[in-house]
């Protein structure tokens, strides 16, 4: 396939673009605006055509979208502390760049994906939430998100534009910026710094493998029916303190560095993603927690 890969110098749209053009031999363009998470370093050794521009640009997306035949959108402002801090941004990127990028993908008829976040639910104390659950956002990063979800699932109705949407759950792997938890605390245990925890640490979240969720993505974007949304779940839930003190153990850091912080305003306690819909196109996670986090 010929792709254009928005956001794909950031951590999962490189890992995607690596997977797509080493393992399938796909021709990728990458439209990415370079923001301190996306890095052209991401994607060294990788065959690719680059065009430096924000999906929100029109110009840039009608530059980058030339010739091909599908669009896979990564371009996001991804921490949600930032979306705290600076939610103006994410506006920007997730609504009025998902409503470019969508009326580039009407004029040319391409086929088009939408990858979200678990977040657009909010928190679940049991069970798993499935595609038909409550949009629910707790922060401007999940709301700005579910408002680019519904954008696409409008345009499908509307226009009839062939879209699917993949909602993932916590990612983890190579290339991650050192803002989330797991390359942070991973950084902050090899050099010595202080081990940051939010409340009382017992956040709980389904950690996927990057490459898991990459492979969910590519099985959406192939077999997906229009219009519809697909989750992808990672195979292990755990608790953000045990993750932490599974990196001290793997990293042999002093147990002392662990420090407790003020919780986040609105921090969702618990995350759990049922993946049934994409199963049934053939994907399953590969990578157990683990392992994963070892290898990470």
């Given at each position: 396939m010929k792709l254009?890969?928005?956001g794909g110098a950031g951590f999962i749209g490189s890992n995607f673009v690596r997977a797509r053009v080493n393992e399938h031999g796909d021709e990728v363009t990458v439209l990415d605006k370079l923001t301190y998470a996306g890095r052209k370093e991401n994607l060294e050794g990788v065959k690719h055509r680059f065009v430096h521009g924000a999906i929100e640009d029109p110009a840039a997306v009608a530059d980058a979208i030339a010739g091909?035949?599908?669009v896979v959108n990564f371009a996001a402002e991804t921490h949600v502390?930032?979306?705290?801090?600076?939610?103006?941004?994410?506006?920007?990127?997730h609504a009025l760049g998902t409503f470019v990028l969508l009326e580039a993908a009407r004029e040319h008829s391409l086929r088009y994906l939408q990858v979200s976040t678990d977040?657009?639910?909010?928190?679940?104390?049991?069970?798993?939430?499935?595609e038909e659950s409550p949009l629910e956002p707790s922060s401007p990063y999940s709301a700005t998100k579910t408002g680019a979800d519904l954008l696409v699932q409008s345009y499908s109705r509307t226009f009839d534009l062939e879209t699917v949407i993949c909602r993932g759950s916590n990612n983890y792997g190579p290339y991650q910026y050192p803002e989330k938890l797991i390359p942070l605390m991973i950084l902050n245990a090899i050099h010595g710094d202080p081990l940051p925890v939010y409340g009382d640490g017992q956040q709980v979240r389904n950690w996927l493998h990057v490459s898991d969720f990459c492979a969910g993505i590519g099985h959406v974007l192939a077999h997906g029916a229009s219009g519809e949304v697909y989750n992808v779940g990672g195979p292990d839930e755990c608790v953000n303190l045990e993750v932490v003190e599974r990196i001290i153990a793997l990293t042999g850091a002093d147990k002392s560095l662990l420090t407790y912080v003020d919780d986040r305003p609105g921090h969702d306690r618990r995350y759990s993603l049922g993946s049934e819909?994409?199963?049934?196109?053939?994907?399953?996670?590969?990578?157990?927690?683990?392992?994963?986090?070892a290898e990470t």
């Open positions: 254009l890969v928005c091909v035949d599908a502390d930032r979306s705290i801090s600076e939610p103006d941004a994410f506006v920007r990127t977040e657009v639910y909010g928190s679940i104390e049991s069970g798993s939430f499935t819909k994409v199963k049934a196109l053939g994907w399953e996670a590969e990578v157990r927690f683990e392992e994963g986090l």
